[in-house]
């Protein structure tokens, strides 16, 4: 028997796969789907302090194998996640979910971390810091300064689990950077990554831009951003201290970019564009499907092979 639980902090989660924010997980509908299925934890869609529209339609092309998206936010606010993750906690007191905030000033991010460490909300913040689509808003999670001013500024009084949301890095020296800054704070994981940003698609028939946000750029999902997504994964756990955690996402389709995401050193494996193509039912499949590798290679528990990628050189 193959164990697909896994660990992060001191909380025990049984599947290591869950979903990625954004994807099926803005209303009670959707978090309800995640609740029935398989997937060790849901994380709620990011939340802005007040309710919010999000951009102008068309704002999503799927593409075959992806999608490109500038979905611009649109939530129902904080205090609606809030309600939803309290009621589920207070009816699944063992369950660790992930909530999800991402204002677009530090101001509102500090606030909204302020009503979360008032409430009794004792699962895990996912503090998104690389939303590329809120048009003048460039990605925190690119300006190293910025992210340790926020981070400073966030813990110097939120005491309870919280990690942050990445954008993918293209330089090693970059690696090197935000891994100094993150290391110097309490953070439980880090989420590596967001969507491939600023991508541009093109109708060729139309001679035109596949979405109508910020001119047709958008985030890029799906599996043309695997490998960028396991460099990240890998570069970040040969950096970070042990004590902070990695959920992969990024290019997931199948069991076996499930795998090489542990591999690289994922604790958990979070499912954005497949997810929103197939919804729920993906949670069992790939579960067979890391199951079968697993069983194959002789691995009974992900931490028989989490991290332990080989390079020529060992
Ligand atoms: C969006 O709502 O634009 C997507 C969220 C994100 O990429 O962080």
Redesign the pocket.
């Known amino acids: 028997m193959t164990d697909l639980s896994t660990t992060i902090a001191d909380r025990t989660f049984s599947n290591c796969m869950m979903n990625a924010?954004?994807v099926r997980c803005a209303d009670e509908n959707d978090l309800n789907q995640l609740i029935a299925s398989p997937a060790g934890a849901y994380v709620t869609k990011?939340a802005t302090p007040n309710v919010r529209e999000?951009?102008p339609e068309p704002r999503m092309k799927s593409l075959p194998g992806g999608c490109i998206?500038?979905?611009?936010?649109?939530n129902h606010g904080l205090d609606y996640y809030l309600d939803f993750v309290l009621k589920d906690q207070a009816a699944r007191p063992d369950k660790t979910n992930l909530l999800s905030i991402?204002g677009t000033t530090l101001e509102d991010n500090l606030a909204m971390l302020h009503k979360v460490a008032d409430s009794d909300f004792n699962g895990f913040v996912e503090l998104?810091l690389?939303?590329?689509?809120?048009p003048g808003k460039p990605q925190v999670g690119y300006d190293f300064d910025r992210v340790r001013e926020i981070l400073t500024q966030v813990f110097a009084f939120y005491d309870k689990p919280l990690g942050v949301?990445l954008p993918p890095y293209f330089d090693l020296v970059h690696f090197d950077q935000i891994a100094a800054v993150l290391n110097d704070f309490p953070l439980t994981f880090v989420n590596s990554i967001?969507?491939v940003g600023n991508g541009l698609v093109i109708d060729p028939n139309a001679e035109r831009v596949a979405i109508k946000p910020k001119g047709g750029f958008g985030?890029i999902g799906g599996t043309f951003i695997k490998p960028t997504a396991l460099a990240n994964v890998r570069g970040l756990s040969l950096r970070l201290k042990p004590e902070i955690a990695i959920i992969g996402t990024g290019g997931v389709m199948n069991g076996t970019d499930v795998f090489e995401h542990i591999l690289c050193g994922a604790s958990m494996v979070q499912v954005g564009t497949q997810f929103g193509f197939e919804g729920t039912r993906i949670f069992k499949r790939l579960s067979k499907e890391l199951s079968a590798i697993m069983a194959a290679k002789g691995y009974q528990s992900i931490d028989d092979f989490k991290g332990k990628l080989k390079t020529f050189d060992d």
């Open positions: 924010a954004g990011s999000g951009n998206n500038s979905m611009g936010l649109p991402a998104n690389s939303c590329p689509n809120v949301k967001n969507s985030g």
